[in-house]
């Protein structure tokens, strides 16, 4: 049985994800900062497969170093990681930008990225196999107005992801970026600050990714033969054909 560890995983892309690796049956290590969906969410999918959690926050290095460090002994071989946790806050101009905003994203877009992989990638690197997906974005190949700094933090993902490539490549460790156009979750939520109204405005008039369509192109992706790297995949909706183009009814 292969474990798969998911950051993120209590809404969105990651809880699609986790729910489609718990029903093929892949071990879960379900992460989070919000312990009550967590616990939830486990309840659920434990009826499908082994499942543990931990609470934490990626972009605090000690809390991701004491979680990992915590996990049961038959979590510890994590075969796959899904670096899926990621913000945006804030929609402004570089010159009105908020710098809480800024580092909110670097925090846990970029660094929270690092922390957990270089706290997992050892034990792949002793096993001589493992796959990083990367869930970037598609700010992350193609810059929009007062996009900046969520721009530039999915630009670094793609960019660790090339370099990830190569310096894991020695080691038979596959690595792949997915990254999606709008796909309708809390994100946009996230993005304005609980304005729920705004939110939906960015979803009205075409039908938009569902978190489901990108859990399925991740399963896709991990279970293609072991000889197969899928190692960069774009996806949009229909109805979009660039970063600033959406055809709306």
Not at 49 to 62: A, C, M, N, W
Not at 115 to 139: D, H, L, R
């Amino acid at each position: 049985m292969k474990t798969a560890f998911i950051t993120g995983a209590t809404s969105g892309i990651g809880k699609a994800t986790a729910e489609l690796f718990a029903k093929n049956n892949i071990r879960l290590i379900l992460c989070g900062r919000r312990a009550d969906r967590l616990d939830k969410l486990q309840e659920i999918l434990s009826d499908f497969t082994e499942v543990t959690t931990l609470e934490f926050d990626v972009s605090k290095r000690d809390e991701v170093k004491s979680a990992i460090e915590s996990l049961p002994e038959n979590f510890k071989n994590i075969d796959i990681l899904i670096n899926n946790a990621g913000n945006a806050h804030g929609l402004s101009t570089i010159q009105d930008g908020d710098i809480d905003d800024w580092d909110a994203m670097l925090d846990i877009n970029v660094k929270g990225l690092l922390y957990v992989s270089k706290a997992i990638i050892p034990n792949m690197i002793n096993n001589n196999s493992g796959f990083i997906v990367n869930i970037g974005s598609i700010a992350g190949k193609d810059v929009y107005k007062n996009g900046n700094v969520y721009c530039a933090s999915k630009f670094a993902v793609n960019a660790l992801n090339k370099s990830m490539r190569l310096d894991l490549n020695e080691y038979n460790i596959r690595v792949s970026a997915i990254h999606p156009g709008l796909v309708q979750t809390e994100f946009s939520e996230v993005r304005f600050k609980g304005d729920t109204q705004r939110a939906k405005k960015v979803y009205t008039g075409f039908k938009a990714l569902q978190a489901e369509d990108i859990a399925d192109i991740i399963n896709f992706v991990v279970t293609r033969p072991y000889h197969v790297n899928i190692e960069d995949l774009v996806v949009y909706p229909t109805a979009q054909a660039s970063a600033t183009m959406v055809r709306k009814s």
